[in-house]
T-cell receptor, first 115, second 111 residues
């Protein structure tokens, strides 16, 4: 398995509280992604990063922010959690080769419940 | 609007038969398409990538086709086994090293 971990693996929190999820990689890959996965919607991209301090929005970025101060860490923050953010969150990484056709390696996921 | 559809939410196949999963898309022109496998409680795992100029790609019992005119990819598992039971996701390259995923097909191989 690619060296990618997520923490915490499970979290229960209350509406209105801030939450930070961490993704850590040991592969030195350039690209990192945060997805959420919900029944009926599949995997949807929240934010992604193409380098240290370089991030961009995905399909469902409202209510989320990210930061990447080091190659190995990509943080996802819910500033004020809402029940609609109850989901399973996956981090993924991808490297680069001579051409931009690269597979993504996924972490084990974080199950977040917002009460 | 852009859309990726995988033919059915669930598919049951008898062991030993060929399972065929479909991924259709509209309003995309992907440079490549990927297939992933996801087991319950785990993250997706990459299986195969096929580029827009490739018609077919094989890996062991897996075969993927890509028809950019029909805007469709077919994913085949030959000689299917119960261990092949999982959810299979197609994903399109939608620019800037990003992927857009279909909602997946849950495949069950019946012994």
């Amino acid at each position: 398995d690619a060296g990618i971990t997520q923490s915490p693996r499970h979290k229960v929190t209350e509406t209105g509280t801030p939450v930070t999820l961490r993704c850590h990689q040991t592969e030195n890959h350039r690209y990192m992604y945060w997805y959420r996965q919900d029944p009926g919607h599949g995997l949807r991209l929240i934010h992604y990063s193409y380098g240290v301090k370089d991030t961009d929005k995905g399909e469902v970025s409202d209510g989320y922010s990210v930061s990447r101060s080091k190659t190995e860490d990509f943080l996802l923050t819910l500033e004020s959690a809402t029940s609609s953010q109850t989901s399973v969150y996956f981090c993924a990484i991808a490297g680069t080769s001579g051409i931009h056709y690269n597979e993504q390696f996924f972490g084990p996921g974080t199950r977040l419940t917002v009460l | 609007s852009q859309k990726i559809e995988q033919n059915s939410e669930a598919l049951n196949i008898q062991e030993g038969k060929t399972a065929t999963l479909t991924c259709n898309y509209t309003n995309y022109s992907p440079a490549y398409l990927q297939w992933y496998r996801q087991d319950p409680g785990r993250g997706p795992v990459f299986l195969l990538l096929i580029r827009e100029n490739e018609k077919e790609k094989r890996k062991e019992r897996l075969k993927v086709t890509f028809d950019t005119t029909l805007k469709q990819s077919l994913f085949h598992i030959t000689a299917s086994q119960p261990a092949d039971s999982a959810t299979y996701l197609c994903a399109l390259a939608t620019g800037n090293e990003k992927l857009t995923f279909g909602t997946g097909t849950r495949l069950t191989i019946i012994p």
